[in-house]
């Protein structure tokens, strides 16, 4: 969808290296796991004067028809906009995009590589997959794991979930879909072998000064 849509921010969260921005949109979302919205900022683009930035975030778990959550890596200047948006600011926002990485109709065991900020697209679809009574396997790839309390309802509901700096998942029988930093990605499938329309690469930048 192109045209701006609005959402209320209900609830952020700051992290060390993650923030979370709970939000409710004006209009029903329309949105599939593994879907993104490209969020405008009010900060000025440098290459493109009289614009504003705009920086695509993946809706990292969907409830409900209107309410979703954003987990990022606060890395720049557009995730350090994100992270100053508090309870009661309005969101502007595009879409949802992303037509090639989604889930498949399948019914047999479902696993997931997430290299940082990668955790994003995977979290909502990991959560789709057990509501639709999968076998899951997750591995996050992070030196600073966050969100803790969702890991732990991941693990009581029966999914198997690796967190740590430096992962070598094996191929198994499962599907496996990856998510985050692309030469992360690249190394980890030349093992896994998954298909492009389950590699989701992002581009993360590595911190700036504030």
């Not at 939000?23 to 209009?27: G, T």
């Not at 490209?38 to 683009?45: G, I």
């Not at 600011?89 to 595009?94: E, I, K």
């Not at 094996?170 to 496996?176: I, S, V």
């Given at each position: 969808m192109s045209e701006v849509r609005t959402a209320t921010v209900l609830e952020a969260t700051p992290g060390e290296r993650f923030h979370t921005v709970y939000?409710?949109?004006?209009?029903p979302l329309g949105a599939l796991p593994g879907q993104w919205g490209?969020?405008?900022?009010?900060?000025?683009?440098p290459l493109r004067p009289g614009q504003t930035l705009r920086r695509a975030w993946s809706f990292a778990e969907l409830e409900g028809e209107r309410r979703f959550r954003l987990f990022v890596a606060t890395v720049g200047p557009s995730t350090r906009w994100l992270a100053a948006q508090g309870a009661g600011?309005?969101?502007?926002?595009?879409g949802?995009?992303?037509?090639?990485?989604?889930?498949?109709?399948?019914?047999?065991?479902?696993?997931?590589?997430?290299a940082g900020s990668g955790i994003s697209p995977l979290g909502a679809m990991v959560d789709a997959c057990l509501a639709r009574g999968r076998q899951v396997r997750l591995c996050w790839e992070t030196a600073e794991p966050s969100m803790q309390a969702r890991i732990d309802g991941w693990r009581a509901a029966g999914v198997e979930v690796d967190v740590g700096p430096r992962l070598?998942?094996?191929?198994?029988?499962?599907?496996?879909?990856?998510?985050g930093d692309g030469p992360r990605l690249d190394e980890v499938n030349d093992v896994l072998g998954a298909p492009p329309e389950r590699v989701e690469r992002f581009y993360t930048p590595q911190p700036s000064a504030p």
């Open positions: 939000a409710e949109a004006e209009l490209a969020f405008h900022t009010d900060l000025s683009n600011v309005t969101l502007r926002f595009t949802p995009w992303g037509s090639r990485f989604k889930l498949d109709d399948g019914q047999g065991p479902a696993a997931f590589f997430a070598a998942p094996t191929p198994t029988a499962a599907t496996w879909w990856l998510a």
